[in-house]
């Protein structure tokens, strides 16, 4: 059935991968599909059975974010056959087919386009996010789930900006954790606030796991699978194993602070962070954790405030011979080990236990 409504980006419909990649994927096989057939940001849009409804999912609004779109390539060379249709959107094809390939965020001179969806819309990145919010409402989705790659290695949890029944059953299909947060950055996942039909549609963000954990990949692929298969969603439970966390708060960089990432300290560097601190993106890390060290200044070099506006840091963080520690059982989340993702986003998120 052909897509009639008007739609700001291109539409591909029932498209399949230029080579026959049956149940195998390689990231050439992917870069290649990404740059000829696409060649920027388009909708695939695969009729379902029951063509009166639609289900939408968005990949790569982060081009260093590949587990989605890797997922689909791959996904598609199983001609799938969906009970209902789907819409998927391939977004930030600029980003991603920058050199080096799936290492920038955003493309070359523009912004982080999961911070857009609100106004001005008055560069390319803003007028991009405000196409793709336009396109987002003419499918009149049943839900929506954008898919992301945590910047470091750790689980795959999702995001949402308030709960809902209908995003918890949905989540808890893909991941064991939902975190709920307050703050109001721009994303993707904030368009109910702002596209009145959208209002009661159930968007969230699916952290799938990091660019490179094997496991980021099979999570994105299952979203693929079970959105194409699941014939009503208003019929699924919510698994028990979903744990809601509330409130989390991000632990930034005061400007001007300098970042690194290393085993000891770095002379001259105001906040050095453990090399490996992405392995507390699982479960709780105790007080007796070292995170890093910090230079002269100690905590004035971070701040964590909240959506009202406090600084929280040092309910969060204290130090000890120029250490690093929490100051109570936390929950860390998206702990990054990549200096310009610290300086341009922030450390991490975190929820106190």
């Not at 109001?184 to 009661?200: F, H, W």
């Not at 490996?276 to 002269?296: A, F, K, M, Q, S």
């Not at 200096?339 to 450390?347: G, K, P, Q, W």
């Amino acid at each position: 059935m052909p897509v009639t409504r008007p739609f700001a980006l291109p539409v591909l419909t029932a498209p399949t991968p230029t080579t026959a990649v049956a149940s195998t994927l390689t990231h050439s096989d992917a870069t290649t599909w990404l740059r000829h057939v696409l060649g920027g940001p388009t909708w695939l849009h695969l009729p379902g059975e029951d063509t009166r409804r639609c289900r939408v999912i968005t990949t790569l609004l982060h081009g260093n974010e590949p587990s989605g779109l890797l997922a689909l390539h791959r996904w598609l060379g199983e001609a799938p056959r969906p009970k209902v249709s789907l819409a998927v959107l391939v977004a930030n094809v600029a980003a991603a087919l920058s050199p080096p390939l799936f290492t920038r965020r955003t493309a070359p001179g523009g912004r982080d386009l999961n911070r857009c969806f609100r106004p001005p819309f008055d560069d390319p990145s803003g007028v991009l996010a405000r196409r793709i919010a336009d396109d987002i409402a003419a499918w009149a989705p049943e839900c929506v789930i954008d898919l992301h790659n945590t910047s470091g290695s750790g689980p795959a949890f999702a995001v949402a900006i308030h709960r809902a029944p209908a995003i918890e059953r949905l989540a808890s299909h893909f991941c064991d954790q939902l975190i709920v947060t307050d703050f109001r950055l721009g994303s993707l996942m904030e368009l109910p606030l702002t596209v009145p039909a959208l209002a009661d549609c159930p968007i969230f963000t699916l952290e799938c796991g990091g660019a490179r954990d094997p496991a980021a990949l099979e999570v994105a692929g299952s979203v693929y699978r079970r959105l194409g298969d699941w014939p009503d969603l208003a019929t699924l439970s919510t698994a028990p194993a979903l744990e809601v966390l509330v409130h989390p708060l991000r632990v930034e960089l005061r400007p001007g602070a300098s970042i690194a990432y290393a085993r000891q300290p770095v002379p001259g560097v105001e906040v050095t962070l453990w090399a490996r601190i992405d392995t507390c993106n699982r479960g709780v890390t105790d007080p007796g954790t070292c995170l890093g060290w910090l230079g002269e200044g100690g905590l004035a070099h971070l701040r964590a405030t909240d959506a009202r506006g406090f600084d929280r840091i040092g309910e969060l963080l204290c130090t000890r011979d120029g250490r690093l520690f929490p100051r109570r059982p936390l929950r860390l989340f998206m702990a990054t080990t990549h200096a310009d993702i610290a300086r341009s986003d922030c450390l991490f998120y975190v929820v106190p236990k």
